[in-house]
């Protein structure tokens, strides 16, 4: 395995300069008969894959995220998502691991969506865009993940969105996985879950220029994706980081358009969410979220029988997004069909957004968890 030591712009270690790829395959079949043609996903890899192709990790991510998980764009400043815990000697060790990330199905950074071109029309496909499920993501990723020549992932991981992935993945490919890591996820959406991505789909739905998605790449539909944003980012926060961060303090500078340091934060987060993710795509993909269901109690047991990998279930105290309980519901039907768990609930502020953070504890378990099952096939 290479041992490089890489130094990113602040001077701790990172993968590096790293380049987003895209994969192209002939078509997919969705769940629900439609077909993508061709398939396309953006894709960026980590690591070096063993000669026996048995390092393999697959990073899923989260409703907004996209391939970049790790290290630096050539010119950019900031890194991937996850780069706190994705290269050498972090929690995915990429000194033993090749990771892959790539962007789902009905994004937009790069895969196939609402975007891309369709073939019968040769325009975006725009709302005329299949629609897409969490498995159909899952599936696609699958192509990929042969496309390498591995038949069997040393683990998948993800949070929030990428849990749901990951324990899918789980479920429509158990002799493909050995290890899956799920964290601030959960089996299905909740009517309140729902709920909140209803608004801010409506918000979409209601700006003047979404013209039934059928809108110009000049005149988007900003306000109504900026406000979905909105909604959807004070999900993501817990009340108790909100009250530190920003308490009931006015706004800096210029008060016309909100009271509170708040509202300015919110405007901020909703105006540049516009910059990089488009409104259709974030109908499809907050629709993939809430159709997916694996169920709670005996459905959820029933539908779990047929996994075989290990598990790690992270919570945390703070997240009234996906709240702790539906990671246990999770644990409690895997521990029925005496599948290995270990779970975890961190008492870390941050609510929802903590899985991205950085955190020594967390890095420690995610590490502990990965190197447990490499030492025993090592």
Known sequence: MPTTDNQDQSGERSVGIVETKLFTFPSLTLDNGETIKPLEIAYETYGKLSPN???AILVCHALSGDAHAAGYHEGDKKPGYWDNYIG????IDTNLFFVISSNVIGGCKGSSGPLSKNGKTGKPYQSSFPFVSIADMVNAQEKLVSHFGIEILFAVAGGS???MQALQWSVSYPDRVKNCIIMASTSEHSAQQIAFNEVGRQAILADPNYLKGEYSFEHRPAKGLALARM??????????????????KPPKGNIQSTDFAVGSYLI??????????D????IYVTKALDHFSLGTGRELTA?????????LVVAYTSDWLYPPYQSLEIVKSLEVNAIPVSF??????AGHDSFLLPNPEQESIIRDFLLSSWEEIG
């Open 303 to 311: 539908a779990l029988s047929v996994v075989k990998c290990r598990f």
């Open 161 to 163: 969105m990428g849990g």
């Open 279 to 282: 409104a259709n795509s974030y």
């Open 268 to 277: 901020y987060q909703g105006e540049s969410f516009v910059d990089r993710f």
């Open 344 to 349: 975890v609930e961190l008492n870390n502020p």
């Open 53 to 55: 192709k048995d390092n």
């Open 231 to 248: 909604v959807g980012h004070i999900t993501y926060l817990s009340d108790e980081l909100m009250r530190e961060k920003f308490g009931r």
């Open 88 to 91: 050498p000697g972090k929690a």
